[in-house]
């Protein structure tokens, strides 16, 4: 899995009343091998700006679980505050929610980052509105009601795994933003034969929806998407 490539089948674009409907076919799979992960992606442009995104996701039978599932946004260092409404303040994945509780929290990027002894994926929230905005308070909200993994930081997950030790890693130049169906605990990264499935994205079929919605803070009131 961590040798997946991304191959787009095909694109096909419609309009249908007020709306441009995008749709794709997508294969997720290793260079010389079968595909391993199946998608058909719907993208939803409204008049708005509105952007709404549907994955039907079929996996094969004989992948034990995902790591993760979801779709990767990056912007400008200068979107840099973060505001959700969902579980908080601190860091939290599905097996490991003891410490934070449901309600609306600000934060920012750089707060979000967690300093482990190794570096690594973090500062994972669950969550149902998670916004990334600049110091003008302008900037992209992402709903889904049902919830989902979120997460913004300065780095990419190629950036963090790339060394060992925190003070190796690079500065980063963007916000890169996270936006999961799911992510499987952390249990798995470490003792993973050890594992709770119960924790683990297991599904071989799921669909996974996301809104994104251009905001300004100052005139539009946050908590209105729930």
């Known amino acids: 899995l961590d040798r997946l490539n991304t191959d787009v089948r095909n694109i096909n674009v419609i309009e249908e009343g007020d ?8 294969t997720l799979g290793a260079s010389g091998e079968l595909p391993c992960v199946w998608l058909k992606v719907k ?21 034990p ?14 979107y840099s505050q973060v505001e959700y409404y969902g579980y908080g ?11 934070v509780y449901m309600g609306h929290f600000t934060s920012s990027v750089s707060d979000m980052w967690e300093n482990n002894i190794i570096p690594m994926e973090c500062g994972n929230r669950f969550v149902k509105l998670g916004a990334v905005y600049n110091q003008d308070r302008m900037g992209l909200l992402f709903v889904n009601k049902n ?15 790339s060394v060992e030790h925190c003070h190796l890693l690079p500065e980063g130049t963007d916000t890169v933003i996270n936006v999961d169906y799911m992510q499987s605990g952390v249990g798995a990264t470490f003792e993973e034969e050890r594992f709770n499935l119960n924790f683990a994205l297991t599904e071989k079929e799921f669909v996974f929806e996301t809104e994104l919605h251009p905001i300004s803070i100052d005139t539009t009131s946050f908590l209105q998407y729930l």
């Open 65 to 78: 679980y995902l790591p993760r599932f979801g779709i990767r946004f990056y912007c400008k260092k200068e």
């Open 43 to 63: 993208h939803i442009i409204l008049p708005d700006a509105t952007l709404k995104i549907v994955c039907n996701v079929s996996c094969q039978k004989n992948i």
């Open 19 to 26: 709306k441009i409907v995008v749709t794709s076919s997508v």
């Open 147 to 161: 919830g989902f993994d979120f997460s913004a930081l300065p780095l990419s997950t190629e950036q963090i795994e």
């Open 89 to 99: 303040p601190f860091e939290n994945y599905i097996d490991k929610r003891n410490a």
